[in-house]
């Protein structure tokens, strides 16, 4: 038997007392997929809030620093980000926060209005009635959100407050939710700060969204997902528009940090 001192993220210590030495290696494990698990999430946050900005050098030293953690369960997060696409790791010059680029944005665009359009359609066969009625919920909370904006921008909350991975979550298909809301989803959230989202399409947005919920509720699986793909394409557009005319009010991300 094993008296066992746990540290946590924050440097307090907590005690575990008589482990047998089996269990102190799987306290140990667990505790260390924990910390993975947590450094990879504020992380990831970051980098998508653009606090840590896009292509910044990503130093273990200085992140080991910054989150109070050893190098394994660092490099198990760095390995995590790489997995989604959101750090870029090129042989002699290390890893970079990714920087995306107009036509890679486009890129996903074209795989979200495919995807999320099958999403939506397995959503309306899929969803419980009590998911579809959170789901207006959550639109009536972005139409609040609108009017105080006054129709220049359509913000929306990471995970699920979020209206597109709602619908994603709801189609019940992991390949899908894995695909989407583990890779694209995040890219998605890093360009919205990089470029910036402010523009004049929520009012039309919102409505599109209503549309969507409407043919869901309705269980009418080919019209969410035709409604989908229109939604998708049209913002798609409207990107489009922007990339060729862009706001110089945008906020943007700052400058590179070698972090």
């Known amino acids: 038997m094993v008296d066992v001192i746990h540290r946590d993220l924050r440097g307090v210590e907590s005690y575990s007392p008589g482990l047998r030495p089996s269990a102190m290696s799987a306290s140990k494990a667990n505790t260390a997929m924990t910390i993975a698990e947590s450094v990879f999430r504020q992380i990831r ?12 050098k990503i130093s273990e030293t200085e992140l080991a620093k910054t989150y109070g953690v050893s190098r394994g369960p660092l490099r198990e997060a760095i390995g995590r980000l790489e997995a989604c696409s959101l750090v870029i790791r090129k042989p002699n010059v290390g890893a970079r926060v990714m920087t995306m680029s107009s036509s890679q944005l486009l890129d996903i665009y074209f795989v979200r209005e495919a995807l999320e359009g099958m999403a939506a359609r397995l959503a309306a066969t899929h969803m419980t009635d009590e998911e579809i009625d959170k ?22 909350k990471e995970g699920d407050l979020d209206f597109h991975y709602r619908i994603i979550t709801g189609s019940k298909n992991d390949r899908l939710i894995n695909l989407l809301c583990n890779d694209l989803y995040y890219q998605m959230r890093l360009y919205r700060c990089q470029f910036g989202m402010r523009g004049h399409r929520a009012p039309k947005a919102y409505s599109e969204h209503e549309h969507i919920v409407d043919a869901i509720a309705n269980r009418d699986g080919e019209m969410a997902e035709l409604l989908m793909r229109l939604h ?27 972090l």
């Open 45 to 56: 946050q970051a980098i998508v809030e653009g606090s840590i900005p896009a292509g910044s």
């Open 135 to 156: 789901l207006r919920e959550l639109l009536s909370q972005h139409g609040n959100e609108i009017e105080q904006e006054q129709g220049q921008a359509y913000f929306q």
């Open 232 to 258: 998708i394409r049209s913002s798609r557009k409207n990107i489009e528009r922007m990339l060729k005319n862009p706001d110089p009010n945008a906020t943007k991300y700052p400058q590179p940090l070698n």
